[in-house]
């Protein structure tokens, strides 16, 4: 009854012919005797599913003897069968180097040595290693030193380039060298880096970048000397005020960027330099210490000069432009593996766990605990 009551056949002889059965009539409502009339006619309701349906397969609970980061990587095959584990907290990778004890969690590498302690981040550590193979007592030493020295010019006022500035800078005349910085906070997209005497990682020779204002005098009367036998450099600085006198580089070379000139006036809710004006992106102070990709408002305007037989088209005069605007958002954070670049970024936490090459799909969330409140984030 269900069946010919609810059925998708509309015509009732069918539905009566199925079932061995004669039409059901019913009595007119208002005449008993009357005419019959056949039942209206009814279509089954949409079908449904349930939503369990979709619910992945239960995995059977079994012991699996491998925990991610140790023994298991997002790069490997998954465990036949399946795998879950929920990680509270950060992994922590501990080495040692003869008596030298090694902590990496959070992105961040630690040396934990007293007289020779430093933080930086681990995507930092993991390069400058792999070029100095079999010299890691002297790199924890140099490290110690450069931290240092970067600390104190920073409580100076410095602030370091944003990365997008100085790749700009390096397309000018197709850099392959960095001269200034420090080792851990040079960009691994060169393929030599260093200042003065001390060598980071690569060849000392080809086409230059400096970072005029991140090296020592002695460091820029150094390079100042191998310039006079080179044509091919370029050179960011802060932009020299009427009354200082000349940079070497001057001599011979041509302004093609500052932000000093003709400047506009701020637009409404800009943040703006402290005499009136505003300078370009730089790094936060220490981010190389806490892996910090956030920019600042750099309070001294900056301007970058090549040779003045350099030719520097209009897109690379923009290129820079765009690079050096005050944005106060991030600087670029692009993941690159080829070449240099893939050693760092292979040392980031989610590298060393081996994500980047996970094939499976990835979800990710975002939260914040403000006040005991928790907001949620996608």
Same mark, same amino acid.
């Given at each position: ?5 609810? @059925?998708?056949?509309?015509?009732? &002889? ?56 140790? &023994?298991? !990587? ?10 879950? #584990?929920?990680?509270?907290? @950060? ?26 302690? /430093? ?9 400058? #290693? =792999? ?16 931290? =240092? ?13 944003? /990365? ?12 392959? #060298? ?11 997209? !060169? ?22 204002? @991140? ?13 006079? &036998? ?16 000349? #940079? ?56 970058? /000069? ?38 760092? /970024? ?33």
């Amino acid at each position: 009854m269900l069946d010919l009551k609810w @059925s998708k056949d509309d015509d009732t &002889k069918t539905q009566c012919n199925r079932l061995n059965t004669s039409p059901l009539h019913r009595g007119n409502a208002s005449n008993k005797n009357g005419p019959a009339r056949v039942k209206r006619r009814m279509q089954w309701e949409a079908p449904s599913k349930p939503l369990a349906v979709d619910d992945p397969l239960l995995l059977l609970e079994r012991e699996v003897h491998a925990e991610i980061g140790i &023994k298991l !990587f997002l790069d490997q095959e998954i465990p036949k069968g399946g795998y879950v #584990r929920i990680l509270a907290e @950060s992994l922590l990778w501990e080495e040692h180097l003869d008596k030298t004890r090694i902590r990496t969690t959070e992105g961040l590498t630690t040396c934990m040595e007293p007289h020779r302690g /430093w933080t930086i981040a681990s995507s930092s550590s993991n390069f400058v #290693r =792999k070029r100095w193979l079999d010299r890691e007592q002297e790199l924890i030493t140099v490290i110690q030193e450069e931290t =240092k020295r970067t600390e104190e010019k920073g409580e100076a006022g410095y602030r370091s380039p944003t /990365w997008s500035i100085l790749r700009a800078l390096q397309k000018i005349n197709k850099a392959k #060298r960095l001269e200034g910085k420090a080792m851990m906070s040079a960009p691994p997209f !060169f393929q030599s880096a260093g200042r003065g005497d001390l060598k980071f990682w690569g060849e000392d020779d080809g086409p230059t970048v400096v970072v005029w204002e @991140s090296s020592s005098e002695s460091e820029q009367e150094q390079w100042s000397e191998k310039m006079g &036998k080179s044509k091919d450099w370029v050179v960011w600085c802060r932009s020299r005020k009427r009354d200082e006198e000349q #940079r070497p580089f001057e001599v011979d070379g041509k302004e093609i960027f500052s932000n000093r000139s003709k400047q506009a006036k701020p637009k409404a809710g800009e943040k703006t330099y402290k005499k009136g004006g505003k300078g370009q992106s730089v790094r936060w102070r220490a981010w190389w210490r806490q892996g910090n990709i956030k920019c600042a408002v750099s309070e001294e305007y900056a301007s970058c /000069w090549v040779h003045q037989d350099c030719h520097v088209v209009d897109e690379q005069r923009a290129a820079l432009k765009k690079a050096a605007g005050v944005s106060g958002g991030k600087d670029e954070c692009q993941v690159r593996f080829k070449g240099r670049e893939h050693d760092y /970024w292979m040392g980031t936490e989610i590298g060393m766990l081996g994500g980047y090459g996970f094939q499976g799909q990835v979800t990710a969330g975002d939260g914040s605990d403000k006040q005991g409140k928790m907001g949620g984030g996608i």
